[in-house]
């Protein structure tokens, strides 16, 4: 069974950083997508950031130039650096992954437990 652990959540006040960490874990052949959403209580989960296997990245609109997404693709592990954090960045933050089991098979996704993020003075 393949697992993704996170960490790295907690409480910062707003203008703080923090840096999440998810590794991917199992019977893994190979990682493709890799991403961070989160979801707002009261509010539906929504995409933060998604980097590739090639590293090419996409972020929403609310987090571009604060937030970086990267990847150490030989340890399947994924990064999110929150800079400026704000209060309305407050939520669980959940890793995804897309991975394949072998080279033929199926393309399969993944998510991790979340890991709570809380920007309050």
């Known amino acids: 069974q393949v697992q993704l652990v996170e960490s790295g959540g907690g409480l910062v006040q707003p203008g703080g950083s923090l840096r999440l960490s998810c590794a991917a874990s199992?019977?893994?052949?190979?990682?493709?997508?890799m991403g961070w959403y989160r979801q707002a209580p009261g509010k539906q989960r929504e995409l933060v950031a998604v980097i590739g296997s090639g590293s090419s990245t996409n972020y929403a609109d609310s987090v571009k130039g604060r937030f970086t997404i990267s990847r150490d693709s030989a340890k399947n592990t994924v990064y999110l650096q929150m800079n400026s954090l704000k209060p309305e960045d407050t939520a669980v933050y959940y890793c995804?992954?897309?991975?394949?089991?072998?080279?033929?098979?199926?393309?399969?996704?993944?998510w991790g437990q979340g890991t709570p993020v809380t920007v309050s003075s």
């Open positions: 995804n992954a897309n991975y394949r089991r072998s080279p033929t098979a199926s393309l399969l996704e993944v």
């Open positions: 199992g019977r893994i052949f190979s990682v493709h997508d």
